[in-house]
Structures are given as C-alpha cells and as structure tokens.
C-alpha cells in the first residue's frame, strides 16, 4: 500500500527531490509543501492507533492544520532570506535549501497533535501481557503521541538536511560542472540513499508496543493488572 511504511520510500523520495530543488518560486513552493502535507496525512491515518475510532472530522482538521503551517513558514522563511541583504546570493541559496526542514518537522507535529488529541483526552487501550484490554489511559496516550511527535520529527532530518549538504559539494566538482544536466538525477539518487537511511533509523526510535510499569497506570485503568506484571501499551510511529 503507497501509505504504509512498506510504500514510504518509493512514494516519498520524488516529493523530496521536489522539495529540495533550488531557486523555487512562491508557487512551487506552495504545491510540494501542499503535496508532502497530503502525502504524510494519509500516511498518519493508514498507521494511526485504531483502538480508539476517530472520526473523518479530526483527519480533515490535521491535515488542513498541517498543509497550513507548512506552506506558512516555508513560504515565511523564503521571503526572510530573500530579504536579507547581507547575503550573498550563493549562501542565500544554501540557505533556501534547508528551509524545507523545519516547515515540513513542524508541519508533521501540527499534523500528528491535530489528528490524534482526542486520544489525550479519552486515552488509549492498555493491554495485559497476554494482550488482554485491561483499561484505558491518558497517560499512555501522551506517551504515545509524545513518541509519535518525535519520530515525525527524526524522519525529515537526514532526508532534507543531507542532501542540501551533500549536493552543495557535488556540484563543485568537475563532472556536474561541465554535465549540469545530471544535477536532478544525482541529487534523486541522493534523497533516496537518505530515505533509506532515515525511515528505519527512525521507526527504531521506539518499539510498536512500549511497556510500562503497572504503577505507571494504576490510578486510571478500569481494571487492575498483576502485582509483577506491566501495561503494554500500542504506539503508532
């Protein structure tokens, strides 16, 4: 499926060269930003926590949440660089390339909170070791989302910040001077070594299922678990 993790790199890696192509105009800008939000809402709903229903509703406030504060500060952050005289116009560029990370690692928080916060508030199913329901907790939930937040966060790192890097020494060499042709084809190549370095590295963060001491959730499980025993609690990453 194009939305599961299983489908992440191939589906993803041509929005990344699009975010990363240089000397983007006000309107380019806007649709790779709009097209990477897409792409990242539907991938937070195909891997959210299921335990808990939420409705269409809450989809729609996460994505257009997030579509919204990823084009603001992309298209915020270019208009600062471009202003900023005391540039010259080579490291203005440099800079225009990493503009990407921080809209799209904000963006994906905006998106995950948005989507995901009534889970904060109903609290997510605790499961016994032999994956018996035995409650429900906020706390859990936070803790959830918190890992959640963070891992949306550690993905775009090396796929957006890398590559800005790596091709900045690239195209001084020889062969992409003379061949500026084979600059968008090198630089894909690029973004796809990172996404592949990047989506395991941050799907290891955390476990799928995280294990908690069972006073960690005695005071809001309906049920309680065995002196000895700990709540295991399902993390969507």
Sequence with gaps: MPFRMSGYIPFGTPIVVGLLLPNQTLA??????????????????????????????KFIQG????????????????????????????????IQRFVPFPAVASANICNVVLMRHTELEEGI?????????????????????????????????????????????????????????????????????????ALPLAISLFPQMSEEANCFFRREVSKRLGRNKKGIVPVSS
């Design 28 to 57: 380019s800008t806007v649709f790779w930003q709009w097209l990477n939000q897409s792409h990242n809402a539907c991938v937070n709903y195909a891997n959210r926590n299921a335990t808990k229903p939420s409705p269409t509703s």
């Design 63 to 94: 994505y257009l949440g997030a579509v919204i504060s990823a084009v603001s500060i992309a298209v915020g952050l270019n208009v600062l660089v471009q202003r900023a005289n005391k540039f010259t116009p080579a490291t203005r560029l440099l």
């Design 125 to 197: 199913d605790v499961l016994d070791n032999n994956g018996n329901i035995v409650g429900s907790s906020r706390i859990a939930a936070k803790h959830a989302l918190l890992e959640t937040a963070l891992t949306r966060v550690v993905l775009p790192m090396p796929i957006l910040v890398l590559p800005p890097i790596i091709m900045s020494i690239l195209e001084k060499t020889s062969l992409l001077r003379s061949r500026p042709r084979m600059i968008l084809p090198v630089q894909s190549l690029v973004c796809l070594a990172a996404f592949g370095l």
